[in-house]
């Protein structure tokens, strides 16, 4: 059973920063892809960055130059540095893994930016 539990989210005022991570569980195979995804209140789920296992990545315009993704392959785990935290960016963040034909999701972690 593959579990995925994030960690990091919290209160931050804007302009600050946050790291957020993502440990799996459960898997002896490498992800092909992982990702980070968030849903503000009211809103629906967006993505935000993915990291394939080759480290190649993909940004949200909303947060490219912002947010890094990053992942350790040999511990399945995946980071979102976040920089320049912005109150547009308050959300629920939830950790995304891809294998074969097989989606994972994590519980979500919290965000808040206050302005």
């Known amino acids: 059973q593959v579990q995925l539990v994030e960690s990091g989210g919290g209160l931050v005022q804007a302009g600050g920063s946050l790291r957020l991570s993502c440990a799996a569980s459960?898997?002896?195979?490498?992800?092909?892809?992982m990702a980070w995804y968030r849903q503000a209140p009211g809103k629906q789920r967006e993505l935000v960055a993915t990291r394939t296992f080759g480290g190649s990545a993909n940004y949200a315009d909303s947060v490219k130059g912002r947010f890094t993704i990053s992942r350790d392959n040999t511990k399945n785990a995946v980071y979102l540095q976040m920089n320049s935290l912005k109150p547009e960016d308050t959300a629920d963040y939830y950790c995304?893994?891809?294998?074969?034909?097989?989606?994972?999701w994590g519980q979500g972690t919290q965000v808040t930016v206050s302005s």
């Open positions: 995304n893994a891809i294998l074969g034909s097989n989606y994972y």
């Open positions: 459960g898997s002896i195979f490498s992800f092909d892809v």
